[in-house]
């Protein structure tokens, strides 16, 4: 509008009140003089002003006054009402922008049943160490709708249905709250006001301890990326799942996955990052390591694992009854991945971002597979 008066196709703006224009008394005055100089009056019904008026703005100065007071108050009166609500456990929820469930006629939280199913989907591949830009991905590729009804996943949007505790059937209220009643700006509630926490308020998508073993290991996955000083856990660890997972035995440095061009023909070999710092200057002594070996090293420490099963399956009976909920998710985890005892002869992709936690690539050869359950099995790579 204000576009138009300044284009000349408007000649006097008509409103209901000083509070329809605007609830600030700074923007009442700057746009009503940036109108006035374009000879533009604004015409306010209830108060009966016309800024074109000599004596208008006065009045129109201490009336604005009064209508950001009026929302002021308004928003406060809200925020109690709203608040109140809260003390007695009644939720005060969009659903809209809240995947998973909708509203039934009573304002209760009802699951919705193929949001559901994406939200199910999303925490088991994630648990079966499926990184969330991955994840995105593929929703994306299968153009699976979000909340707003498009197919726009993110990795922020992944992480927000994973630690949203509405999943298993609890709430948090005032998560966030309004910083600024005239700007609406809101803010993370880090302590400013009181929040309030209901159990089993509605039906759980996701299962109580499921939803648990899933933030221990989001906290997990997050101390890996700071031990290691790593910013992802990998883009694209569906395909290279070694990605961010082979670190240096001398100096700990992460290995990057490099193309080396030969007279025969190119290879892949992963190398310390800290080798070649400055071209031609050497900042690590570990040497490179055949893709090829890799791969071959890791289908020999797992298959290591399948001929023992027996050994190790009462370590993962006890873990599985373990308090710890991530503990005893992965023990269920290795006693069904090592159900079939058959030896692995191609890398499974799927099974490594499952069961693996990290290598190191140590001096003579060696290589030492650290997984999930705690296990640690050194491979020899060189004769």
């Given at each position: ?8 196709k ?13 609830r ?34 006065l ?27 809260f ?14 469930y ?13 949001q ?15 990184n ?20 726009k ?7 927000s ?19 600024d ?52 856990m ?18 700990g440095?992460?290995y ?22 400055q ?9 490179s ?35 710890n909920?991530?503990?005893?998710f ?13 030896p ?17 690539v ?22």
């Amino acid at each position: 509008m204000i576009a138009d008066c300044e284009a000349g196709k408007i000649d006097l703006i008509i409103t209901k009140s000083i509070s329809r224009f605007a609830r600030n008394t700074q923007d009442c005055l700057n746009y009503s003089r940036h109108l006035k100089d374009l000879g533009i009056g604004i015409q306010f019904e209830k108060e009966n002003i016309n800024t074109l008026d000599s004596t208008g703005e006065l009045l129109f100065t201490i009336l604005s006054s009064l209508a950001q007071d009026e929302s002021r108050s308004i928003s406060e009166n809200c925020q109690w009402g709203i608040r109140s609500l809260f003390k007695q456990g009644v939720l005060h929820i969009n659903a809209n922008r809240f995947y998973g469930y909708d509203k039934d006629e009573k304002g209760h939280l009802i699951i919705n049943k193929e949001q559901g199913k994406i939200v199910r989907w999303v925490f088991e591949s994630y648990m079966d160490g499926i990184n969330p830009d991955v994840i995105a991905r593929k929703l994306n590729e299968r153009g699976v709708p979000g909340c707003m009804g498009e197919p726009k996943w993110t990795v922020a949007t992944i992480m927000s249905i994973l630690e949203n505790e509405k999943h298993m059937g609890d709430c948090i209220l005032q998560k966030t709250y309004t910083a600024d009643y005239l700007t609406k700006r809101m803010e993370k509630n880090e302590g400013h006001i009181e929040q309030y926490y209901i159990k089993d308020d509605h039906e759980p998508i996701i299962d109580k301890d499921f939803w648990n073993a899933t933030q221990m290991e989001i906290t997990r996955r997050r101390d890996y990326m700071k031990e290691h000083g790593l910013r992802t856990m990998g883009r694209y660890t569906d395909t290279q799942p070694f990605s961010n997972r082979v670190f240096c035995g001398e100096c700990g440095n992460v290995y990057w996955r490099r193309t080396l061009t030969r007279l025969n023909g190119s290879i892949k070999v992963w190398m310390c990052g800290k080798r070649y710092q400055q071209k031609g200057v050497r900042g690590c002594n570990s040497e490179s390591l055949k893709e090829a070996d890799l791969h071959h090293a890791f289908i020999m420490a797992w298959n290591a694992i399948l001929e023992n099963r027996a050994e190790f399956l009462p370590k993962w009976e006890e873990q599985s009854q373990s308090d710890n909920p991530l503990m005893a998710f992965r023990a269920r985890q290795f006693i069904k991945a090592t159900e079939s005892t058959e030896p692995m002869q191609v890398l499974d992709c799927a099974l490594i971002s499952m069961v693996f936690d990290h290598c190191t690539v140590e001096p003579l050869g060696v290589v030492g597979f650290y997984f999930l359950d705690g296990t640690r099995i050194g491979i020899a790579t060189q004769e």
